[in-house]
């Protein structure tokens, strides 16, 4: 006795098994575990089946067949992250290995490689389907870094004698580079800049993974003097509160 079997899928219930026997004399019949009494079974689950043949003189032989299952499907990936904030340069790969080849991938960006680049923050589905069919879904997310803002404050008006510092320090980038231009012809390389002229200041900060950030301000100049004016009370009694009113003109800014 000879058995022939292909296996069953990751749907299972689809093998089949078949005895075939030579010699003996025929017809002859079959008794199988599962209460078959053909030479040949379908819709078999991953398993052994045991078969008893039996030949018209009464003489018998026995065997045992195994339906196997396919090597299951395993799924690694190597993701790389996004360098920096609302970027698109993260990319997934997936590894797959088991089942049977080739395999189709289906990305829901539309995407239909095993690995998919240049891609923003979000969520990405990849459908792997095998050749029997079978089916497995992976589902990866990619976080967006933390935002890195520079903050100047609001535009500002110097008037005479005035000077504003401005610091585009970024404390926790060590390494980076800073470049400030002015449409008045102002440049620096330095984070921290003081300033006396009238202009749109426009600083960029590139970091050393090559994140860059930018803000900008513009000061206004006033051909005055400052003036500090303040009236105050002639009169004040013990432990009473004293109040100041500013009457400068212009009023400076705290």
Not at 163 to 178: F, H, K, R, V, W
Not at 221 to 243: C, G, K, M
Request: hydrophobic residues 35%; glycine residues 8%.
């Amino acid at each position: 006795i000879a058995f022939e079997s292909t296996p069953a899928t990751c749907l299972g219930g689809d093998g089949t098994a078949k005895a075939i026997v030579s010699g003996g004399t025929a017809p002859y019949t079959y008794s199988w575990t599962n209460g078959e009494t053909t030479s040949e079974l379908t819709n078999l689950s991953a398993m052994p089946y045991f078969v008893t043949v039996t030949d018209t003189r009464g003489c018998l032989v026995q065997g045992t067949v195994v339906v196997s299952e396919p090597e299951h499907i395993n799924i690694t990936e190597n993701i790389t992250p996004l360098l920096c904030y609302n970027a698109a340069d993260a990319a997934i790969e997936v590894n797959v290995t088991g089942g049977t080849q080739p395999y189709q991938y289906l990305w829901n960006n539309g995407a239909i490689t095993a690995a998919v680049n240049n891609l923003s923050a979000g969520v990405y589905n990849v459908t792997i389907t095998d050749a029997q069919g079978c089916s497995y879904v992976r589902s990866y997310t990619i976080e967006n870094p933390k935002e890195i803002i520079i903050d100047l404050g609001e535009d500002r008006t110097l008037c005479n004698g005035q000077t504003l510092e401005l610091d585009a320090t970024i404390a926790d980038e060590p390494g980076t580079q800073y470049s400030w231009i002015a449409d008045n012809g102002f440049s620096s390389s330095e984070a921290k800049v003081v300033l006396t002229n009238p202009g749109i200041y426009a600083i960029t900060a590139t970091t050393p993974k090559g994140c860059k950030i930018t803000e900008s301000i513009t000061i206004s100049r006033l051909n005055l003097d400052i003036d500090s004016e303040f009236l105050l009370t002639t009169q004040a009694y013990v432990n009473e509160e004293v109040i100041l009113v500013n009457t400068s003109n212009p009023k400076g800014v705290t």
